[in-house]
């Protein structure tokens, strides 16, 4: 019986808590975009690249936005595919 009621409770805790885990984490907060909603989002013309403009946009440490666009245009040709913007960034060794 006790092996029961603990099962149980380790079903209701797991529940609640994957259910927590969709749900901001502050009042109000939106929840996150995935990288293919955020493309669209900077992708202010609509023209199916992002350029370093439009990435730029709305950003809080502009150096540090600069460096990561740079980083993530692979073909060096100013624009960010869908590709190279939804690209996971590579772990660093060490």
């Not at 209701?12 to 502050?26: C, E, I, Q």
């Not at 009042?27 to 403009?53: L, N, R, W």
């Not at 073909?75 to 060794?93: C, I, M, R, V």
């Amino acid at each position: 019986m006790k092996a029961i009621t603990s099962a149980l409770a380790i079903l209701a805790l797991s529940a609640v808590t994957s259910f927590g885990a969709d749900a901001p984490k502050k009042e109000g907060e939106k929840p996150k975009m995935t990288p293919e909603q955020m493309f669209t989002k900077k992708d202010a013309d609509k023209d199916g690249k992002v350029s370093k403009e439009e990435f730029l946009k709305g950003s809080k440490d502009a150096a540090k936005s600069e460096a990561a666009f740079t980083n993530k245009d692979k073909d060096k040709d100013g624009f960010l595919s869908k590709e190279e913007f939804t690209a996971a960034p590579k772990k660093k060794k060490g």
